[in-house]
């Protein structure tokens, strides 16, 4: 099976999501709240490896 060649769109895309999972990282890291804010999803739900489900509210405040 070959593998599409990549392109320029997704090396681009792909720099993308590194920066935004390094500043993720960062700032769990750091407790930058207000950054961690900013690029969370709306929807976004935390899942600890216990299965436990905390909404975004909670793990913000967390």
């Known amino acids: ?11 681009e ?14 700032n769990f890291v750091t407790n930058d709240v207000p950054s961690h804010d900013a690029i969370l999803h709306p929807g976004f739900v935390n899942i ?3 299965g436990q489900r905390w909404d ?7």
Do not use: C, D, V
């Not at 099976?1 to 090396?11: F, I, T, V």
């Not at 895309?13 to 960062?26: S, Y």
């Not at 975004?56 to 967390?62: F, M």
């Open 1 to 11: 099976m070959q593998l599409a060649p990549r392109n320029h769109q997704s090396a």
């Open 56 to 62: 975004r509210a909670a793990y913000l405040k967390y």
């Open 48 to 50: 600890w490896p216990t």
């Open 13 to 26: 895309t792909m720099k993308e999501l590194r920066g935004l999972n390094a500043r993720f990282i960062h």
